[in-house]
């Protein structure tokens, strides 16, 4: 019997959480869920199999690129090729909408299944997570960087095409009223916890991981290991890495893709 999908209702949200969270994926707070099946570019799915919900994935349609994200399958359901289902059935709605290139973050062991999909490696762009050390110390470094202050949502979309070559402006509208700038760098809290940071220089991306982490301070933070000022700063901040994301794509390169500029991933999901 073959994976029935279709789109997650309100109703769902629980066993969407429930199924994230044996799943061990970093995105399953509920109001992030709820957030990503009702906006108008993104999705979430539900598998079922023989009546009962196995599998979810998300969609996130970003203009020319798309994103999947937290693919999961119930462990009672895992080897049937479910996942590959979902991945399928995620990348095909993105693909309906527009999008050229389909993108997705995974683990090493993970990227076996989407290479089966039609994924390939996108310029072998590494992402990594970080965690806070238990007892670290406020960051050092805060004295004579930029001040920060509240901004305007086209300062930060600005920035944030620059650095992704994608329109997240309908992802990012939402949050208008968090937006956070200083020269050359946006940041936006999410109401679950960390968020965008994108900049331009590492003064900029300093004090912006520094201004985060005065609101949150044990978010768990992603951001490109080429990046090496962003990994410099989440050492002087007490972070540690944790683990590691591949970035993978289904389609041509996103041009303008910038991983200097991107201090924080706008989520573990979409990039």
């Known amino acids: 019997m073959p994976l029935t999908t279709r789109p997650a209702a309100a109703e769902d949200d629980a066993v969407t959480v ?36 196995v599998a979810v994935g998300l969609g996130v349609h970003f203009g020319v690129a798309g994103w999947v994200g937290n693919i999961a399958v119930h462990p009672d359901h895992r080897r049937r090729g479910f996942g590959t289902a979902m991945t399928e059935h995620v990348a095909a709605w993105l693909q309906a909408r527009g999008a050229r290139t389909v993108l997705l973050t995974a683990t090493a062991e993970g990227s076996r299944v989407y290479e089966r999909v039609g994924f390939v490696e996108d310029g072998g762009a590494v992402y990594g997570t970080w965690a806070r050390r238990e007892g670290a110390r406020e960051p ?84 490109p290991d080429s990046n090496h000022d962003a990994v410099r700063a989440a050492e002087d901040a007490g972070f540690e890495r944790i683990a590691e994301d591949i970035r993978m794509r289904l389609g041509p390169p996103v041009g303008g893709f910038d991983p200097q500029m991107i201090w924080g991933v706008l989520s573990f999901v979409c990039g």
């Open 140 to 223: 050092n470094g805060v004295g004579g960087l930029p001040v920060v202050r509240q901004g305007a949502i086209a300062e930060a979309l600005t920035l944030d095409e620059q650095a992704t070559g994608e329109d997240r402006s309908a992802y990012l509208e939402p949050f208008a009223g968090r937006i956070r700038v200083t020269d050359g760098g946006y940041r936006v809290g999410m109401p679950w916890g960390a968020g965008p940071i994108v900049a331009a220089s590492r003064d900029a991306g300093r004090t912006l991981m520094f201004d985060m982490l005065r609101e949150d301070r044990h978010p768990r933070m992603g951001f």
């Open 18 to 53: 429930e199924i994230l969270r044996l799943g061990d994926l970093s995105t399953r707070q509920p109001a992030a869920v709820a957030f990503y099946r009702s906006q108008p570019n993104s999705r979430a799915f539900i598998g079922s199999f023989d009546g009962e919900p």
